[in-house]
């Protein structure tokens, strides 16, 4: 009886233990299937709200991570499902508009021709030159700087300004030809933003050649002979263009001619007259000649005049002197036309030059030698002179001094000294 009652017993629990798990059982796949439901309907209303297709079943590899699933409640129940498919969404591609993939451009200038060649062009005058210049790139081209040489003006483009592309610019030049014949060169340049021309060059060629002849081209005048040695001068076109003179000129006037601005012709011939007073002060000169010819608008003749006295040397310069050391020097004061003549006084500006001895010499050349036998030279006078350097003062070094020669009856000479003080004196 023992035994039948302890196996109902061990029957009554086992059956015991099998309801409860068959519960449990029960109640774990109710729970499954309400989870699926809930998920199944939140991914059927995404589905019909954004259209997309229906996702298909794929093996889940080993090494993929395990997503959470988080049962519906009614504090979420609105949001999207935090699943896979969510996460899998590729982000939408931006549109990519011009205005956003702008890539900057870049600037091109394109010379039509940098070399300009004027050929014969006449002395003293003004031409033109013009260069012709596109933008070709596919951003604007910047003239940073425009240079010219000497004698040239430019026009038509300037500093900063800009040429869109597609847009040309001219570059204008009026160039001056100078005076004397021969080849001439100008240069022009422009500074731009190409990175691959960053500066332009261009180039003017022409040859100077003489439109109008002249005689004398220089004049060698004197003193002592009749109207200063000056004979006439002959203007002559030769290129067959008639032209007036319209003005004659010389320094200080001193030497004048007659001629009628209204009369036109191929050649000229004018009759100057010197004063011989103003050419005694005006050894050295021109005379300027204005016409109207095209391509000659001035004539210019220098001349020379052999003055009366001539004083060796010309100036005087002395190194290394010490103070209270008085130097001695010979100089000579030679009449170029051989006229006898006297000196009145001998004196020094600034008392640094005192005359030791004075002698008349005749017969000399005008170089202040002796004349070569046989052959009259002209007069001439030997000063001896002395120079004494004071003691520096305020650490100057330098000295400086003038010797006039007054020649009785007649103009003063001066002959100008320099002096360098020894080191410690």
């Known amino acids: 009886m023992a035994d039948n009652r302890g196996m109902k017993r061990v029957a009554a629990r086992r059956w015991g233990l099998s309801l409860s798990l068959g519960l449990c059982v029960l109640l774990c796949g109710g729970l499954l299937l309400s989870q699926a439901g809930c998920q199944k309907e939140t991914s059927g209303t995404k589905s ?101 040489c000497c004698g040239s003006v430019t026009r038509g483009v300037k500093d900063g300004q800009e040429y869109v592309p597609g847009e040309s610019g001219t570059l204008e030049v009026d160039y001056y030809t100078g005076p004397n014949p021969g080849p001439l060169q100008r240069r022009l340049s422009l500074q731009t933003n190409d990175p691959d021309h960053p500066v332009v060059t261009f180039s003017i060629k022409a040859n100077v050649v003489l439109r109008v002849d002249y005689e004398p081209k220089r004049l060698s005048l004197a003193l002592k002979k009749d109207n200063g040695g000056c004979g006439d001068i002959k203007v002559k076109s030769l290129d067959g263009q008639p032209f007036s003179i319209t003005s004659f000129r010389s320094t200080a006037n001193s030497i004048t001619a007659e001629f009628n601005p209204d009369t036109k012709a191929t050649e000229f011939v004018l009759k100057p007259r010197a004063d011989i007073e103003k050419l005694r002060k005006n050894t050295r000169g021109q005379i300027s000649i204005d016409l109207t010819h095209p391509e000659c608008r001035n004539l210019r003749i220098s001349y020379d005049v052999l003055p009366e006295f001539t004083i060796s040397p010309p100036q005087l310069m002395v190194f290394n002197l010490k103070a209270n050391e008085p130097v001695q020097r010979d100089v000579w004061i030679i009449n170029n036309y051989g006229d006898n003549f006297e000196i009145e006084s001998v004196s020094s500006q600034q008392g640094l030059i005192k005359l030791i001895e004075s002698k008349k010499v005749q017969d000399v050349a005008a170089d202040g030698k002796p004349a070569p036998e046989g052959q009259a030279g002209g007069m001439r006078y030997h000063l001896r002179v002395e120079i004494v350097a004071p003691v520096a003062q305020d650490n100057r070094n330098v000295l400086s001094d003038a010797l006039q020669v007054k020649i009785k009856n007649g103009e003063t000479l001066t002959v100008h000294f320099r002096g360098w003080l020894a080191r410690g004196s």
């Open 48 to 148: 019909s709200a954004v259209q997309e297709p229906a996702a298909k079943v794929v093996a889940v590899e080993p090494t993929a991570k395990v997503v959470e699933v988080q049962p519906v409640t009614p504090g979420n129940a609105d949001k999207p499902a935090q699943g896979p498919a969510q996460q899998a969404k590729p982000a939408e591609p931006q549109p990519q508009g011009t205005e956003t993939q702008a890539v900057a451009g870049t600037p091109k200038i394109e010379v039509e021709n940098p070399l300009r060649d004027g050929g014969d062009v006449g002395p003293d005058t003004t031409q033109n030159a013009r260069f012709v210049f596109k933008s070709t790139g596919n951003a604007p081209l910047k003239i940073l700087k425009v240079g010219a």
